[in-house]
């Protein structure tokens, strides 16, 4: 599976990051080599092995449904690049 | 000026006895880290008003009779690591102004026991590097000598240590990022068991591997920074809840029956030599101690780069999707709408390390390659599991080389991704897996570079690991050898 220009440029905007065809060039080939190592796996025969995505098997603990959380929005906002009445505020999104 | 002791065992107990107070020790290590800056630039930020503060409450402490092991003694923490009302900047431009508004789990149980927080160590961008060298404030240096890199992720803790600036620094070790930086500085550094210590407050990178530790010159020191580390804590839903242990009760245990599992793929062509040579006499040391030693097979373990490589980057591509310029963080400054907002903001922020992990973890999550990137990974990860539990049916500990190579020189590898990646080798199943890991100097090549010993061993066995690697330091002193440029008047 070779990855392309174009697979570059569509991850790019996939995963929100600018990128100009010099850097995307650039990339590509970084992200060739490290894809032609990933590939090793395709050679691992994997049938019947339970997938494992986590370090220790262990049911996700559960919790009363309870407020724990007190208010922090005002010590939260005061670093965001821009707020309004409690508000965080973004480009237009909808005329 | 002079300190009675540079381990963090050796200044609580001066403290302990009054031979010098926390705001004296405080004052010194704050200097000794001013001085180290231009050469080491180990630190990102360092809080002097907030460290003397801190020793003067200390001090008062153990005035009013409440003292513990670590009260009063100035550590360091991880710029990864939340520290309310401190900067915290995962050494990115995409937090270089960002002052965390919380502290992480292990921040404050170290708080709590007393420590001293002098600064926020440098670290590879994001904790994605394995030499320092993609980090926003500039690369961290290798104390041993300067041309050639600390190690990384957690590189700035690395040499802080190994300069003796602090006694114990955090770290986190998410492919490798204590016990590989350990091996290139020449210290100590421990990944605790994978739930363990709370990863509350640590900025996510891998969430599945991300594992909080620390570095110090000793085994006992480690043992002494996981007593206030460990714990439950419901804040973070990997955390597991257990009974508390004193990990220091194995320091001193005799080593006679220990047995040491050899993996032949950890002694293969990859390994320079003379990280090889320190390595075989690390374990002629632990022979003549009373171990004895097995020959075992992790076949799987040469898979765990790209395993590593496919699940780091997915968890990564999902955890950094919060950097988006709207709550927190770098906004760039001009756009045309939201999403160009978003484009220029990550594109600004991330350095070109992080946004190619994005990239890839993005792509191997993207529609019809899932199932043949993550669902193949995350089974390759259980072989890598298999084999280890195999190899602990017939040893207690796993020995081999930290790293295949001791340090290397500035831009080595940073032009090679896949080069750099190989670094991590021994030290990355250890995170797939979850099971704890120390790296402890044992030697030094011809060039006068140190090298690092792992050990690792089964779950939740840190007790033992700590004890066995205090053994070795109990025989031989390469945990003491300090660099020549920081070794005067300590």
Same mark, same amino acid.
Request: hydrophobic fraction near 45%; charge should be negative; charged fraction near 20%.
């Given at each position: 599976m070779a990855l392309t220009l174009d697979d570059v440029r569509r991850i790019a905007h996939l995963a929100r990051i600018d990128i100009d065809a010099d850097e995307a060039a650039a990339v590509h080939a970084k992200l060739g080599t490290i894809f032609a190592m990933i590939d090793e796996l395709n050679a691992v025969d994997t049938e019947g092995v339970a997938p494992m995505s986590h370090a220790q098997d262990m049911a996700m603990p559960l919790r009363d449904d309870a407020v724990t959380e007190s208010d922090h929005h005002a010590l939260y906002q005061a670093q965001a690049p821009a707020v309004e009445d409690g508000l965080y505020l973004v480009p237009r999104v909808i005329e | 000026m002079a300190l009675p002791s540079t381990t963090l065992a050796g200044l609580g107990a001066a403290l302990a006895r009054g031979a010098l107070s926390s705001v004296e020790l405080t004052r010194e290590v704050l200097a000794? $880290?001013?001085?180290?800056?231009?050469?080491?630039? $180990?630190?990102?930020?360092?809080? $002097?008003?907030?460290?003397l503060a801190a020793a003067r409450a200390a001090d008062e402490s153990r005035a009013a009779g409440r003292a513990g092991p670590l009260t009063g003694v100035p550590i360091a923490h991880k710029d990864v690591l939340m520290t309310a009302g401190l900067r915290t900047t995962c050494s990115s431009r995409m937090l270089a102004n960002f002052t965390a508004p919380y502290d992480a789990h292990v921040v404050d149980a170290l708080k709590r026991a007393g420590t001293v927080l002098v600064g926020k160590t440098n670290m590879d961008e994001f904790a994605m590097g394995s030499s320092n060298e993609t980090s926003y404030f500039g690369p961290v240096r290798n104390p041993w000598n300067p041309a050639y890199v600390p190690g990384g992720s957690s590189g700035g803790s690395a040499a802080a240590v190994a300069a003796r600036i602090v006694p114990a620094a955090t770290g986190t070790d998410t492919g490798g990022s204590i016990r590989q930086p350990a091996s290139l500085s020449g210290i100590c550094g421990l990944k605790p068991t994978y739930g363990l210590c709370s990863r509350y407050g640590l900025i996510a990178f891998a969430s599945s591997l991300d594992t909080p530790g620390m570095f110090a010159q000793t085994a006992e020191d480690?043992?002494?920074m996981?007593?206030?580390?460990?714990?439950?804590?419901?804040r973070d839903a990997t955390s597991l809840p257990r009974p508390r242990e004193d990990y220091t009760r194995e320091l /001193?245990?005799?080593? $006679?029956?220990?047995?040491? /599992?050899?993996p032949r793929e950890y002694f293969g062509d990859g390994t320079d030599l003379d990280v090889a040579a320190a390595v075989d006499a690390a374990i002629a040391e632990y022979r003549k101690l009373g171990a004895t030693t097995v020959d075992i097979a992790l076949p799987a373990v040469k898979l765990s780069v790209p395993v590593y490589y496919v699940i780091a980057p997915a968890e990564a591509s999902s955890n950094l999707s919060r950097f988006d310029g709207v709550r927190y963080g770098h906004r760039a400054a001009g756009y045309a709408d939201l999403l160009d907002m978003y484009k220029k903001s990550r594109a600004e922020g991330f350095g070109a390390e992080v946004k190619r992990r994005i990239l890839v973890g993005t792509y191997v999550l993207s529609h019809g390659y899932y199932d043949a990137y993550y669902l193949k990974a995350q089974k390759v990860r259980r072989l890598i599991a298999d084999d280890f539990q195999r190899a602990f049916a017939q040893c207690d500990v796993i020995a081999g080389p930290t790293a295949p190579s001791a340090a290397f020189e500035f831009g080595a590898k940073s032009d090679d991704p896949v080069q750099m990646y190989l670094n991590d080798i021994f030290t990355i199943a250890g995170n797939l897996t979850g099971v704890p890991g120390i790296s402890i100097p044992c030697g030094f090549t011809r060039g006068g570079l140190p090298i690092g010993l792992q050990l690792q061993a089964n779950y939740?066995?840190?007790?033992?690991?700590?004890g066995v690697a205090h053994g070795l330091q109990q025989a031989t002193d390469w945990h003491a050898r300090v660099p020549a440029a920081y070794g005067v008047q300590r």
């Amino acid at each position: 599976m070779a990855l392309t220009l174009d697979d570059v440029r569509r991850i790019a905007h996939l995963a929100r990051i600018d990128i100009d065809a010099d850097e995307a060039a650039a990339v590509h080939a970084k992200l060739g080599t490290i894809f032609a190592m990933i590939d090793e796996l395709n050679a691992v025969d994997t049938e019947g092995v339970a997938p494992m995505s986590h370090a220790q098997d262990m049911a996700m603990p559960l919790r009363d449904d309870a407020v724990t959380e007190s208010d922090h929005h005002a010590l939260y906002q005061a670093q965001a690049p821009a707020v309004e009445d409690g508000l965080y505020l973004v480009p237009r999104v909808i005329e | 000026m002079a300190l009675p002791s540079t381990t963090l065992a050796g200044l609580g107990a001066a403290l302990a006895r009054g031979a010098l107070s926390s705001v004296e020790l405080t004052r010194e290590v704050l200097a000794r $880290a001013g001085a180290a800056q231009p050469a080491l630039n $180990a630190f990102v930020t360092l809080d $002097a008003d907030g460290a003397l503060a801190a020793a003067r409450a200390a001090d008062e402490s153990r005035a009013a009779g409440r003292a513990g092991p670590l009260t009063g003694v100035p550590i360091a923490h991880k710029d990864v690591l939340m520290t309310a009302g401190l900067r915290t900047t995962c050494s990115s431009r995409m937090l270089a102004n960002f002052t965390a508004p919380y502290d992480a789990h292990v921040v404050d149980a170290l708080k709590r026991a007393g420590t001293v927080l002098v600064g926020k160590t440098n670290m590879d961008e994001f904790a994605m590097g394995s030499s320092n060298e993609t980090s926003y404030f500039g690369p961290v240096r290798n104390p041993w000598n300067p041309a050639y890199v600390p190690g990384g992720s957690s590189g700035g803790s690395a040499a802080a240590v190994a300069a003796r600036i602090v006694p114990a620094a955090t770290g986190t070790d998410t492919g490798g990022s204590i016990r590989q930086p350990a091996s290139l500085s020449g210290i100590c550094g421990l990944k605790p068991t994978y739930g363990l210590c709370s990863r509350y407050g640590l900025i996510a990178f891998a969430s599945s591997l991300d594992t909080p530790g620390m570095f110090a010159q000793t085994a006992e020191d480690c043992a002494l920074m996981l007593n206030a580390m460990a714990g439950h804590d419901p804040r973070d839903a990997t955390s597991l809840p257990r009974p508390r242990e004193d990990y220091t009760r194995e320091l /001193g245990q005799p080593l $006679a029956g220990l047995r040491i /599992g050899l993996p032949r793929e950890y002694f293969g062509d990859g390994t320079d030599l003379d990280v090889a040579a320190a390595v075989d006499a690390a374990i002629a040391e632990y022979r003549k101690l009373g171990a004895t030693t097995v020959d075992i097979a992790l076949p799987a373990v040469k898979l765990s780069v790209p395993v590593y490589y496919v699940i780091a980057p997915a968890e990564a591509s999902s955890n950094l999707s919060r950097f988006d310029g709207v709550r927190y963080g770098h906004r760039a400054a001009g756009y045309a709408d939201l999403l160009d907002m978003y484009k220029k903001s990550r594109a600004e922020g991330f350095g070109a390390e992080v946004k190619r992990r994005i990239l890839v973890g993005t792509y191997v999550l993207s529609h019809g390659y899932y199932d043949a990137y993550y669902l193949k990974a995350q089974k390759v990860r259980r072989l890598i599991a298999d084999d280890f539990q195999r190899a602990f049916a017939q040893c207690d500990v796993i020995a081999g080389p930290t790293a295949p190579s001791a340090a290397f020189e500035f831009g080595a590898k940073s032009d090679d991704p896949v080069q750099m990646y190989l670094n991590d080798i021994f030290t990355i199943a250890g995170n797939l897996t979850g099971v704890p890991g120390i790296s402890i100097p044992c030697g030094f090549t011809r060039g006068g570079l140190p090298i690092g010993l792992q050990l690792q061993a089964n779950y939740f066995r840190e007790a033992q690991l700590l004890g066995v690697a205090h053994g070795l330091q109990q025989a031989t002193d390469w945990h003491a050898r300090v660099p020549a440029a920081y070794g005067v008047q300590r």
